[in-house]
């Protein structure tokens, strides 16, 4: 027994539940509003946080106690807490693109699909994406959205040949896998003379879609429900997107034979997918959030990826720009390029037919 290894497995063990806690408290923070109050960056105790939102001062404080030890909120005089300028972008503004806590909205809900996944071990089958209920759809959007609200227009579309000006001129536009619509809402706003159509096999996600779309008041985009209103394959579209969703899907390869049939010749697909590589060992020395990516595989990407028999299992870190490559070449597309586009997890391609 190496007495120093044990220590160091104990210290890893632990370290994760430290994580998972903290984890639980950035839920509540976003849940409970407290970052936003903060967000002003002015100290509290907790009793001035607490009279602030009307809450109970010994709850707040022990939250405000745990954040402190996490090294999320600053100490300041006489027992207050502060929110730096910094951890404001990464947990209070919603349109920072460093935003990270919409991530935690729906933790709840992913914690408890922990209870099914027994389950799948045992009969291969995994689960879908409105396995987290409505809150697991508003959670995704709220950790992307940031994204999209502040790069995806002025930084991502003017880097693809041709998108903006056919965007411009007016052109059918499809996002595969669209989620709540964020992304195609955005592009809606910035170009009004393109028709833009999402499709989406997610029940919940469809719902909150349509909310979106009521609220943003735009008339060029339609939701379809692919499961039943799948995209058309007569060469309709001229620009395609698809955002973190390939590697979520039971049959990837069927998806992007359809993308290829419903492309104009001249059309562009804007291909957004988490950054990975060809084997295990070149994840986990590349990439230190590998740990984290592997867990979310397990409860979403690869459980998505196998929700359907004889489901492709992909998975977070499963599609590597070489099986992307493959895969588009495989379903008749001719060229295949990386976009220059910096990104903590994503790596882009565009690929053409
Ligand atoms: C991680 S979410 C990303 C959603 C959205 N693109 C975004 O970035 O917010 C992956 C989405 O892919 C959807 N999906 C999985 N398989 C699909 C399929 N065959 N066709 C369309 N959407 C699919 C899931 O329902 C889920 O909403």
């Not at 370290?15 to 903060?38: E, K």
């Not at 909120?73 to 209070?92: K, Q």
């Not at 987290?132 to 940031?146: D, K, L, M, N, Q």
């Not at 390029?337 to 690929?351: D, G, M, Q, S, T």
Request: hydrophobic residues 40%; negative net charge.
């Amino acid at each position: 027994m190496d007495r120093e290894r044990l220590k160091k497995t104990a210290r890893s063990v632990f370290d994760a539940l430290s994580g998972a806690m903290t984890s639980v408290m950035i839920h509540l923070g976003d849940r409970m509003g407290f970052y936003r109050a903060l967000a002003d960056g002015r100290p509290r105790t907790p009793a001035e946080l607490a009279d602030e939102l009307g809450l109970d001062e010994r709850w707040v404080r022990e939250w405000m106690h745990q954040q402190g030890a996490a090294g999320l909120l600053d100490p300041a005089e006489e027992g207050r807490f502060a929110l730096s300028e910094e951890a404001r972008c990464v947990l209070a503004d919603e349109n920072h693109p460093a935003f990270g806590a919409g991530f935690f909205a729906h933790l709840p809900q992913t914690v408890a699909v922990a209870d099914r996944l027994p389950e799948a071990f045992r009969s291969g089958l995994g689960l879908p994406y409105d396995a987290f209920g409505p809150e697991g759809a508003v959670g995704f959007e709220r950790g992307f959205s940031p994204w999209f609200r502040s790069l995806l227009v002025p930084a991502a579309l003017p880097l693809l040949p041709g998108v903006v000006e056919a965007l411009e001129r007016g052109t059918a536009v499809a996002d595969v896998g669209c989620g709540t619509g964020v992304a195609l809402i955005e592009m809606a706003r910035a170009f009004p003379r393109s028709e833009f159509h999402g499709y989406e096999i997610s029940e919940h996600a469809l719902e909150r879609a349509a909310e979106n779309l009521g609220e943003a008041g735009v008339d060029n985009v339609a939701f379809h429900d692919a499961r039943h209103d799948p995209i058309p394959d007569d060469g309709r579209f001229g620009f395609v997107t698809a955002f973190d969703c390939l590697h979520d899907m039971a049959h990837p390869e069927k998806v992007i034979g359809m993308v290829r049939r419903a492309i104009t010749e001249d059309g562009v697909w804007f291909v957004c997918d988490i950054k990975s590589h060809p084997t295990w060992e070149e994840n986990v020395a590349n990439n230190p959030m590998a740990p984290m990516m592997y867990g979310m595989s397990v409860v979403s990407c690869m459980s998505s990826a196998l929700s359907e028999p004889g489901g492709a299992g992909l998975g977070t870190l499963g599609l590597h720009p070489g099986r992307l490559a493959e895969m588009v070449r495989e379903a008749g597309f001719t060229r295949f390029e990386e976009v220059e586009l910096r990104h903590p997890i994503n790596a882009f391609y565009c690929v053409r037919p």
